[in-house]
């Protein structure tokens, strides 16, 4: 290097000494510790900076030692020089790898940050352009880049998120395996060919929900994840996983349990009404319920009871959500941020379909309203006092919050759509009459578990007792004889991906043919829920369940009278009288009461 190159240090507020080029989270220490932020015990407060906003400062764990080499900044006026700094978060010292930059010559640095030259060699990298700029567009790319980094052997470049309001990227950088290699966008909310790079979000004009009444949106007929696949030529999507998820976990612990509730969107037409908010948050409380409000700003959190995060780093706002039993929010950057971390996420949709932008997350949960819809919200500019929906949705606002509840949380405590194949009305039945046998002695029990959506809500409505799982999580063992199902059917399962997705040390399973696997004991039960959906599975378990039944339990059968599984209904009247066999207002079910 020039030996006239200045060395004082970088004013860059990225490539600074101080600043993180991982994380991008602040390293100094604190200097205003005397505030205190209103967040509970074992989370660190937040300090404020100079320009009077707040942010978290913990020690950053990713910044190691100097290599003694430095580098002229890019974003600096003039030749400053910053420090190349060794990785501490790979373990990798810097000075012991080498990459080459687009001359030829050898970088010391790390191999997994950031901190790098960009190839633009095609026939070694693929460099993807997002072309769109907020945090839940730059999620949503990472999935598709994350299958690509796992099906070539092509380096991954991903850029996404310029100049957004908040850093999209320092989101992304989360998680494992989403590229080799990470970047700001050429130009946010474009369709523009970047040189050297595909573009993600060709496409965006078509689905555009801002086009007036009478006029299509693409969104209605193609997944916004498809769109990207198929523009990059991605043949499906990865929903990474957390670089540290220990770490986080233990970060956020002091929210395990809450409602996160994410209540704010920059755009008025994908904003539930404050009201709706406030009435849904006082319901959760006096359900019991413990409850935190994500936003950027303190500016609209004032009248919500619960803890408030804001202007957390991104870490810490992951570490809380990661942590928090449900997530509730409309359409905007956090509930990505949510459905990516595997969360139960409820979204509530007015205008937009929201299946079609959220149903990629694993727990997603989707609300949608009620009113006939032609986005006549976007048809023009807003105006406070027109009697159609501006400036708010009146179809998102047709979402109340008592549906919220009853439907909204039903279904997420079940683990989301993907869990479970039994109705939201049928789960309710399932939650209320454990509810109502919480005050017995007893176990509970579950025979046809499947994915464990609805063990997971046997789970978390009981709140105490065993609960013993018979299935031979591997699908129907044999064909039923009075119905249509066939050996082999639901054999997408595993006993390993329920366990983990339970992870509860109150559940005992039972894996194998029933009632094979029954133990012979003297346990008796409270609850139990019959899903055998064969006359076969459901006549042995009446054998074996009934006479360990306590007085004042219940069995709740699934599949009563639907046209593929006779058997249940067969089997149960050559077990009880019909004046026993309580027919529930929800399809497809029934009870009997001890």
Known sequence: ???????????????????????????????????????????TPAVATQANKF?????????????GERRE?????????????????????????????????????????????????????????HGAGGLGDALQGAMVSAWLKANTSKRIVYRAGKEAHRDPMAFVRLFADVADEFGD?????????????????????????????????TLWDLPRINRYMRNVGAGGYIVPELREPERLRKLGAAFRGYVALLPFSTDPSRCWSLHHWLTLE?????????????????????????VKLIGQQPERVAAALLNSAVAIGTDHGLSHLAGILKRP???????FPVRQIYGCYPAFVGLQGVLECDSCCNGGPIQPTSPTCRPTCSNLNSITPERVIDEGLTRA????????????????????????TNHLPGDLAELGVYKGGSAKLILQASRAGTVRLFDTFQGIPEDD??????????????????????????????????????????????????????????????????????????????????????????????????????????????????
């Open 481 to 594: 004889r009075h119905g249509k199902h066939r050996r082999g059917d639901f054999a997408d399962t595993s006993l390993d991906s329920v366990r983990a997705f339970l992870g509860s040390p109150r559940v005992e399973y039972f894996a194998g043919l029933f009632p094979d696997t029954a133990p012979d004991d003297n346990r008796r039960y409270r609850f139990v829920h019959l899903d055998g959906d064969t006359y076969q599975t459901t006549r042995a378990a009446l054998d074996y369940f009934v006479p360990r039944m306590t007085p004042g339990g219940r069995i709740v059968f699934d599949d009563v009278d639907w046209e593929n599984c006779p058997g249940v209904r067969k089997a149960l009247e050559e077990f009880f009288p019909t004046w026993r066999i309580i027919q529930t207002p929800d399809s497809f079910q029934a009870q009997v009461r001890f």
């Open 55 to 67: 942010q978290a400062v913990p020690e950053c764990i990713h910044r190691g030692e100097p290599t």
């Open 282 to 306: 006082s319901a959760l409380i006096k359900s019991g319920y413990k409850t935190a409000i994500f936003h950027h700003e303190a500016k609209g959190t004032e009248r919500f009871k619960g």
């Open 185 to 217: 966008n050429a130009i946010i909310h474009s369709e523009a060919e970047v040189p050297g790079a595909i573009q993600m979000n060709r496409g965006y004009k078509g689905e555009d929900l801002h086009i007036g009444s009478n006029k299509h949106s």
């Open 1 to 43: 290097m020039s030996e006239t190159l200045k060395t004082r240090p970088c004013r860059c507020p990225v490539l600074r000494p101080e600043a993180c080029r991982f994380c991008r989270m602040a390293t100094t220490k604190p200097k205003f510790a005397h505030w205190k932020a209103d967040l509970p015990a074992g989370i």
């Open 413 to 436: 405590f079940a683990g989301g759509d993907s869990r479970t194949l039994i109705d939201w009305r049928r789960l309710r039945t399932i939650r209320d009459c454990v509810a109502e």
């Open 345 to 351: 996420t409820i979204v509530l949709g007015g205008w």
């Open 73 to 129: 900044c890019k974003t600096c006026k003039g030749s400053v020089q910053i420090p190349l700094l060794l990785c501490a978060v790979h373990g990798v010292c810097t000075a012991t790898k080498a990459v080459t930059d687009a001359s030829g010559k050898k970088v010391k640095t790390c191999v997994s940050c950031t901190d790098r030259p960009t190839s633009n060699d095609s026939t070694k990298s693929i460099v993807i352009d």
